[in-house]
């Protein structure tokens, strides 16, 4: 198992969409950012109980096992994770989503490539 947590512009990615997740994955190694993605709320919520501490989470709202909203409302909760920035995406939701989670930012999903990398730029300096 790779150990991201210590690396700088780590992005952990929740998507429980194989091809939208890897194409995200692609997308964030080709800009020179190290990924770490899981495919629903039960592989995340372990990988954050390990203390890690990614520079960034993207997570989608619906899964199988969980809601978005939900696992962003806890973080933001959570002393010590309240601060990692989290963009929550969706095909159905909207942006007030992200609001009420005290998530960062939203991408609605089909999304541009650009105006993906814009949102995950501003969060990541």
Known sequence: MKIYTSMKNCVFV???????REIIEII???KGYAVRSFRNASEFAA????????????MDIMLPDGNGIEICQKLKSDERKQNIPVLLMS?????????TAKAQGFIA???D?????????????
């Open 14 to 20: 929740l998507e429980d969409n194989d091809a939208i």
């Open 28 to 30: 964030l190694e080709t």
């Open 113 to 125: 490539i650009n105006v993906f990398m814009a949102k995950v730029g501003a969060q990541v300096a």
């Open 47 to 58: 990988a954050m109980q390990e203390d890690a501490d990614p520079n960034l989470i993207i």
């Open 91 to 99: 095909a159905h939701a909207t942006a007030e989503s992200a609001t």
């Open 109 to 111: 999903k089909p999304f």
